[in-house]
């Protein structure tokens, strides 16, 4: 597991285990030791588990400190007090915060935004016949989305993209640096929010500010990580959306017909569906965020200590027979398709919505301005980025007949 040839295909390895050993301890690449859960049943039971801690502090041991579990930089940034690493009643309070800026009403407002970039990010390499899709599309897409969505100006977000863009590297840049794009990220929010506190407007940083309960605000601290885990957790899964989601219809060409047929029948119904089997099939978050033991308990017939890590291998329980008919064919008309693809409990993906919208845009937008869209080069050359959580290309190669301005 985790070496190259893993991260090219890992579903063969998830099958192995979900059939021979469906909970089992391995040491991950950092040297921490760990559970992985690899049946939908036991998954979806897990996610749900109040004897499993989001908190780090709940570890067995100090790999916490080291950075060894969580986002790297996180702790010497003082972003720690975000949905993903706090359990009730903290979560509950700060998750109905979040919740009063984060609304559907304003997702579903952002649609019109969201096509604008496509279109402006397709309209730069139209005319070319060929581009990377990770970098010119999946990769500027959601980081100037959510920057919009959160009040960053304009001339600031090319800054964040390139911290973003140290962020996802996951070892692929200078030593030390996604440490530093995290600092330097939290630098900026924390004058940002500073300023916004001043001069309120309609974006969700400013929404944060304002979110209150029962007299209760967000804490500076507490604004400036949520923006940062809705920044990081907003980009990478939509990044890894596209770009995985895009891969599987060029490699399954009869399944990219039916839809984009739909889509120029104007039927929106199967890009829906299309988008929940895409997050199925191979989607972006790989294993969900580390869960801690905080007292004995027994998941699919193992004993699991106090103390000890718990990851939940979303992509294996996605493909797992038992839940799902067929499971690694891609069927865009999927109906019953309950997948795990952005969790399951109290800890779903707030921004789910929001990821779902940018996937569903991207797509139809690629696929009705670029109907011979083509993959340009051999998948087995294809590299897809290190890292223990998310799952995501570093390229995407493609060619299509160039459309002049």
């Known amino acids: 597991m985790f070496t190259h040839a893993f991260a090219a295909d890992p579903y063969p390895a998830y099958a192995w285990l979900r059939e021979h050993a469906p909970v089992h301890r391995t040491v991950l690449p950092s040297g921490v030791e760990a559970w992985l859960v690899t049946r939908y049943a036991d998954a979806r039971e897990t ?20 950075g060894k579990v969580g986002i790297p930089g996180e702790r010497s940034a003082n972003l720690m007090t975000h949905l993903l690493n706090i359990d009730p009643p903290d979560h509950t309070r700060l998750r109905r915060l979040v919740s009063t800026a984060f609304t559907p009403r304003r997702v579903a407002a952002f649609e019109p935004r969201v096509r604008e970039l496509a279109d402006r990010l397709i309209d730069g390499f139209a005319g070319r016949g060929r581009a990377d899709l990770i970098h010119e599309f999946a990769f500027p897409l959601p980081i100037y989305a ?5 009040g960053v100006p304009a001339e600031d977000q090319d800054d964040f ?11 692929g840049g200078p030593r030390g640096g996604v440490g530093r794009a995290v600092k330097r990220m939290r630098a900026y929010l924390a004058d940002l929010i500073h300023r916004k506190r001043g001069d309120l407007g309609d974006d969700l940083i400013s929404g944060l500010i304002r979110a209150s309960d029962h007299g209760e605000h967000l804490t500076e601290n507490e604004a400036a990580a949520m923006a940062f885990i809705l920044l990081f957790a907003g980009f990478e899964t939509t990044v890894n959306l596209i ?21 120029a029948a104007g039927d929106t119904g199967l890009l829906r569906t299309a988008v929940e089997e895409l997050l199925r099939y191979d989607g972006p978050v790989e294993l969900a965020t580390w869960r801690f033991a905080t007292e004995p308990l027994t998941i699919g017939g193992q004993r699991i200590g106090t103390g000890e890590p718990v990851l939940v291998v979303l992509a294996a329980a996605d493909r797992d027979p038992d839940r799902f008919g067929d499971p690694d064919t891609l069927d865009l008309t999927r109906r019953d398709n309950p997948h795990l693809g952005y969790g399951h409990g109290i800890h779903y993906c707030l921004g789910a919505p929001l990821a779902r919208l940018e996937g569903r845009t991207a797509l139809s937008s690629l696929l009705g301005r670029l109907p011979d869209l083509r993959l340009a080069a051999d998948p087995a050359e294809l590299r897809w980025r290190g890292g223990l959580i998310m799952r995501g290309l570093r390229e995407l190669p493609v060619e299509f007949e160039p459309v002049p301005r």
Not at 47 to 66: Q, V
Not at 161 to 171: E, L, S
Request: proline share 5%; net charge positive; with cysteine.
């Open 161 to 171: 993209r390139d911290w973003a863009g140290m962020m996802i590297r996951h070892g």
């Open 47 to 66: 996610l749900a588990d109040p004897r499993l801690s989001k908190n780090p502090l709940h570890h067995s041991e100090a790999a916490h400190g080291k």
């Open 243 to 263: 770009g995985n989601g895009t891969y599987a219809l060029l490699r399954n060409p009869g399944q990219r017909r039916l839809l984009q047929d739909a889509l």
């Open 146 to 150: 959510i920057c919009d969505m959160l």
